[in-house]
C-alpha cells in the first residue's frame, strides 16, 4: 500500500497544502485527496513538478507499507 509522505514534507518545509496546490495549479481539494491518500494518486507528470517545487526526489512523496 502507497503512504503518502507529502504532509510531512510540506510541514519540514513550512508549506501549507494551499500555496502548494496553487503553483501546481490545481485545486486545495485535489491536493488534499492526494496528501490524504484518497482516491486515485497524481499522474507521473505531476509527481515531478510536486516533487521539484518541494525540492526533494519523487520516491520521497510515498513510502510502501505492507498492509
Given at each position: 500500500?502507497l ?59 510515498y ?5
Amino acid at each position: 500500500m502507497l503512504v503518502p509522505q507529502i504532509r510531512i514534507i510540506l510541514a519540514e518545509k513550512g508549506f501549507r497544502q494551499k500555496q502548494i496546490a496553487e503553483k501546481m495549479g490545481v485545486t486545495p481539494q485535489q491536493f488534499s485527496k492526494w496528501v490524504n491518500g484518497v482516491g486515485a494518486y497524481p499522474q507521473a507528470d505531476i509527481l515531478w513538478k510536486l516533487a521539484k517545487l518541494l525540492n526533494v526526489k519523487v520516491d520521497d512523496l510515498y513510502k510502501f507499507e505492507e498492509e
